[in-house]
C-alpha cells in the first residue's frame, strides 16, 4: 500500500513536469502549476482520506451499523404500520361505499331517508376482499306521483294483502334491483328493510 502510495505521488509529478515542459507561455505556466499542485496535495492526502471516511462510515450509514435485532425491530414496525394503514383504507371504503349507495337509494322514487351499513369479507393481512353483505333500512316517502307512501300498521294475517305492503315490496324490489345491476353481486347478499314511523 505504501508502495503504490509513492508510485502515485512520482507519476504526477512526473506528469506536471512534462506538462510544464511542453507550455510555451510564461502565463500558461502559473496556471499550470496551481492545477498540478494541487493534484500533487490530492495525491499525497488521498490515503489519509481514504482512511478517515473507512473509520467514520461505519458509524454514521445506518446500514452498516444496524444488527439483526435493529433489523427486526424496523421490520416489525413496518409490518404494524402497514396493517393500520390497510385497516383504515377497509374502514373508508366500507364509508365512500355506504354513502354512495345511500345517495343512490335518495334518488328512487318514494324514498324519505335511508342509511346503507356495509360488511366487507375481510381476507389476510386485513384486506378486503369483497362484499360480504349490505343491509339498507328505507324510510318511506312520497313518490314522484305525489302519492304517499305510508308506513305499514299492524298486518293482520288475511288473504287479502294490503296495498301499502305491496308498495313497500314494490319500492324494495326496485332499490334491489338498482343496487345489484350497479355493484354486480349476489342478491342474497343485499338486503333491504324498511323504517316504520
Known amino acids: ?3 503504490d502510495w509513492i508510485k502515485n505521488i512520482i507519476f504526477v509529478v512526473l506528469f506536471a ?8 507561455s510564461s502565463n500558461m505556466r502559473r496556471f ?8 500533487i496535495m490530492l495525491a499525497i ?7 478517515v471516511q473507512h473509520l467514520t462510515s461505519k ?11 435493529d433489523l427486526n425491530v424496523i421490520e416489525n414496525e413496518a409490518n404494524h404500520v402497514t396493517k393500520d394503514h390497510n385497516a383504515l383504507s377497509l374502514e373508508l371504503y366500507k364509508k365512500e361505499l355506504s354513502q354512495q349507495i345511500r345517495i343512490l337509494v335518495m334518488a328512487v322514487d318514494g ?35 305525489g302519492e304517499k307512501i305510508v308506513s305499514i300498521a299492524k298486518v293482520k ?3 287479502e294483502v294490503n296495498k301499502s305492503e305491496e308498495t313497500h315490496n314494490d319500492l324494495k324490489q326496485r332499490i334491489a ?3 345489484l345491476e350497479l355493484y354486480q353481486i349476489p342478491k342474497e347478499k343485499v338486503d333491504i328493510k324498511m323504517l316504520y314511523s
Not at 512534462?18 to 510555451?24: G, I, M, R, V
Not at 458509524?59 to 435485532?69: H, I, K, S, Y
Open 157 to 159: 294475517i288475511d288473504k
Open 177 to 179: 334491483d338498482i343496487i
Open 17 to 24: 513536469s512534462f506538462l510544464e515542459l511542453l507550455l510555451p
Open 111 to 145: 324514498v324519505a331517508d335511508a342509511n346503507v351499513v356495509v360488511e366487507i369479507k375481510k381476507g389476510n393481512a386485513s384486506t378486503a376482499i369483497g362484499i360480504n353483505s349490505i343491509i339498507v333500512y328505507v324510510k318511506p316517502g312520497i313518490s314522484a306521483k
Open 45 to 51: 492526502l488521498n490515503p489519509i482520506i481514504g482512511t
Open 1 to 3: 500500500m505504501l508502495t
Open 59 to 69: 458509524d454514521q450509514v445506518p446500514a452498516f451499523a444496524a444488527n439483526l435485532r
Open 32 to 39: 499550470v502549476r496551481v492545477i498540478m499542485g494541487l493534484f
